[in-house]
């Protein structure tokens, strides 16, 4: 079965850098692209960018480039989503997502989300 | 880039057919598949359509999913309405660079 397990949720203050997880199981984590989405309270999803894990191939949403960081780590099937210094607005919920066999831009499976709080 | 519109909101009754749809700005809705995801309140997404008309495994067939060339348009239409169906649900294409969601349909079933 095709899990996708996301860190639990964070309460941090502006400027407080933070890196999330995803972390895959059931399939092999090495082939499938892994996508970012963002949901701000009330909004819709917005992309953030993929990353392939089995080379780390990573491509950004023009609006997120320079935002944030996607990584991912192999060994243990998982991948990030980091900040470096942390803004209210960045305050939503995370989603990660599996792209389909083949595809980098089709999600058939989606983790819970990580709700990022940041306030002062 | 491109933009993907979507009604706002849409409502039937249980046991009707609705369609909901999703029109592309620029570039032809042929060019890359499009993906339709629910979104019940307080729940992650899930994936109803991927690749234009196929569903996931535990997805019912009530579900479909097809594009229009004609209108440069998706639809995803559910027939026998359920109350549980009542949702938000967004499209999603891509144009070669940047994936794009629609902003997204509620669908009340009452």
């Known amino acids: 079965e095709v899990q996708l397990v996301q860190s639990g949720a964070e309460v941090k203050k502006p400027g407080e850098s933070l890196k999330i997880s995803c972390k895959g199981s059931?399939?092999?984590?090495?082939?499938?692209?892994i996508g970012w989405v963002r949901q701000m309270p009330g909004k819709g999803l917005e992309w953030m960018g993929i990353?392939?894990?089995?080379?780390?191939?990573?491509r950004y949403s023009p609006s997120f480039q320079g935002q944030v960081t996607i990584s991912a780590d192999k060994s243990v099937n998982t991948a990030y989503l980091q900040w470096s210094s942390l803004k209210a607005s960045d305050s939503a919920i995370y989603y990660c997502?599996?792209?389909?066999?083949?595809?980098?831009?089709?999600?058939?499976?989606w983790g819970p989300g990580t709700m990022v709080i940041v306030s002062s | 880039n491109f933009m993907l519109t979507q009604p706002h909101s849409v409502s039937e009754s249980p046991g009707k057919t609705i369609t909901i749809s999703c029109t592309r700005t620029?570039?032809?809705?042929?060019?890359?598949?499009v993906q339709w995801y629910q979104q019940r309140p307080g729940s992650a997404p899930t994936t109803v359509i991927y690749?234009?008309?196929?569903?996931p495994s535990g997805v019912p067939d009530r579900f479909s999913g097809s594009i229009d060339v004609s209108s440069n348009s998706a639809s995803l239409t559910i027939s026998g309405l359920k109350t549980e169906d009542g949702a938000d649900y967004y499209c999603?294409?891509?144009?070669?660079?940047?994936?794009?969601f629609g902003g997204g349909t509620k669908l009340t079933v009452l």
């Open positions: 997502a599996r792209a389909a066999p083949g595809s980098h831009e089709s999600f058939d499976f």
């Open positions: 059931g399939y092999s984590f090495t082939s499938h692209w």
């Open positions: 990353i392939y894990p089995g080379d780390s191939d990573t």
């Open positions: 620029s570039g032809s809705i042929a060019n890359h598949y």
């Open positions: 690749e234009d008309n196929v569903r």
């Open positions: 999603q294409s891509y144009d070669g660079h940047t994936v794009v």
